[in-house]
């Protein structure tokens, strides 16, 4: 079981949007923030995600320290234990902002797409939905024709022959 890190995910949501490996997305992000702002906002939203990851693991490192299986916290203890275990709360909930807003940024990236190829992938999508929805119908057996079509009157719009 591999556990990966907001900080994992982020830079994987980043590659796949971009199509680039992190390393070489970091030197576009500042050579031309006009060109790809938001590829900017996300590298820099990123970077506020490494210092809170950071600050986590600090945190839990901490929390993990205080109270060790074979140590018996004292009481002034109590307050220290509770204050990192908020601190832990607070710098894992702003990751999991900053990914949120990471996911925002790429989803606003994909929305700006030029308009020419967005009818494409919607046909080319919905061609494929309806192909996995729909499967074929099968053709019903051929029988003998009914006894009742063959032996009625024709009918026709202006109404029975005579």
Do not use: C
């Amino acid at each position: 079981m591999t556990d990966t890190t907001v900080l994992d995910q982020a830079t994987a949501m980043i590659e796949k949007a971009w199509g680039r490996p992190i390393k070489d997305l970091e030197p576009l992000a500042l050579q031309r923030p006009l060109q790809e702002p938001l590829l900017r906002s996300a590298m820099h939203i990123r970077s506020a995600l490494v210092v809170s990851s950071n600050a986590a693991v600090v945190h839990q490192d901490r929390l993990h320290a205080m109270t060790r299986p074979s140590q018996v916290p004292t009481f002034y203890d109590l307050e220290r234990i509770t204050r990192a275990a908020v601190n832990l709360q607070v710098a894992q909930a702003e990751s999991q902002a900053r990914l949120q807003a990471i996911g925002h940024i790429i989803d606003a990236r994909e929305a700006a797409q030029p308009t020419d190829q967005a009818p494409a992938i919607r046909l080319a999508q919905a061609a494929v939905a309806r192909s996995v929805q729909a499967p074929p119908a099968p053709a019903p057996p051929p029988g003998p024709p009914s006894a009742s079509a063959a032996a009625g009157p024709a009918v026709t719009a202006s109404g029975p022959r005579r």
